[in-house]
């Protein structure tokens, strides 16, 4: 890919940024992409991408963006953190890209090494989604859930049901709840169920340990700098998982996926899920994936069902889509749609 697509990724970025809240990390894009020097360091690693840097791929521009925000908030780089929220943010363009240039060319070995790696936001609002499904899940089924999560991160979003659902109209989740989901919501009101998660579990190429700092900052270098509710929701679902440690393998997800469904689950439903992650995953563990759940869910009971929750992008404008495939007999069911980061959900409760 030439040097002008790839900063025509960086303007995508921008405008993505933008429609999601973050016009800081926007204005961070937009600079990067008209002033990235090709012949740097960091410039030479961009342009030459070995893969594909596009945003539904290697999403190139938000490691970036992952790194220098990482600078911030391990300390490493003072005059940076000034023109960064939560100090600074509201500098010029100029005093901003002048800050950028320098810690790009002072601190380039850190962001290279950093760039190295796919971005894990972790989105815990998201989990607003999840719960809703559970629900609907529980309710038809009548069952417990045992939980698996491909590209579970630092696998906050398997705690679910410990989270408080909070709309103008409802509550769903745990009263009291020191991670509290704030959504608006549209559609249906989602159905209310007794959750009983008798397993959960995930995976992940790079899973993340909440009890290892460095592993938290990583994490949260991904969310917007000006987004602080975001980054506050996230450190407080990483303190409640750090009670009882992290249920994430390291491991690549077709592999794992394929001794997770050879298991069997007695009077349990089988939820398998996964949110907004499936698009970066190779095709060849894509394809694979679909087989193994067609192949599961022939094996299937009504004694020992299947689901596969996901939520994921189609290509639409508006958000991304809430689906539901449930075995035996294979019914696939949408649920909604939901904005990316959990704002709002549009949502409906299908009859089966």
Not at 185 to 214: F, H, M
Not at 227 to 238: C, F, S
Request: hydrophobic content about 40%; charged content about 25%.
């Amino acid at each position: 890919m030439d040097e002008e697509a790839i900063r025509s990724i960086f303007l995508r970025q921008t405008a993505a940024c933008e429609k999601l809240g973050s016009p800081f990390t926007g204005r961070v894009c937009r600079l990067l992409a008209q002033r990235l020097d090709s012949a740097s360091k960091i410039g030479a690693i961009v342009f030459g991408w070995q893969g594909n840097p596009d945003l539904g791929a290697d999403s190139v521009p938000l490691r970036l963006c992952g790194a220098l925000n990482n600078l911030v908030l391990i300390g490493a780089d003072p005059g940076l953190a000034e023109v960064y929220p939560p100090k600074g943010g509201d500098s010029d363009d100029e005093k901003l890209w002048r800050e950028i240039a320098r810690a790009l060319d002072e601190h380039a070995g850190h962001i290279a090494e950093f760039l190295k790696s796919a971005p894990q936001t972790n989105e815990v609002r998201r989990s607003a989604i999840l719960l809703a499904g559970w629900s609907w899940i529980a309710t038809h089924f009548g069952r417990p859930l045992v939980v698996s999560e491909v590209g579970a991160s630092a696998g906050l979003n398997l705690f679910a049901e410990r989270y408080l659902l909070k709309t103008d109209d409802f509550e769903r989740g745990r009263t009291g709840s020191p991670v509290v989901l704030p959504a608006s919501w549209y559609g249906e009101t989602p159905l209310q169920a007794e959750i009983n998660v008798i397993e959960r579990a995930g995976c992940d190429l790079a899973p993340i340990d909440p009890s290892d700092k460095a592993q938290r900052d990583r994490l949260i270098s991904y969310i917007w700098p000006d987004q602080r509710d975001r980054v506050e929701r996230t450190e407080a679902a990483i303190a409640m998982a750090g009670k009882e440690g992290t249920p994430v393998e390291q491991a690549d997800a077709a592999d794992w996926l394929e001794r997770r469904l050879a298991r069997k689950f007695e009077g349990a439903v089988h939820v398998v899920q996964h949110t907004i992650t499936w698009q970066y995953f190779p095709e060849s563990v894509k394809a694979w994936g679909e087989v193994l759940l067609e192949e599961a869910g022939a094996r299937a009971t009504p004694e020992r069902p299947l689901a596969r929750l996901s939520f994921e992008a189609d290509g639409q404008n508006y958000g991304a889509a809430v689906g539901l495939t449930l075995w035996p007999g294979e019914r696939s069911l949408s649920l909604g749609r939901a904005d990316y980061h959990g704002r709002w959900v549009d949502w409906r409760n299908p009859v089966v």
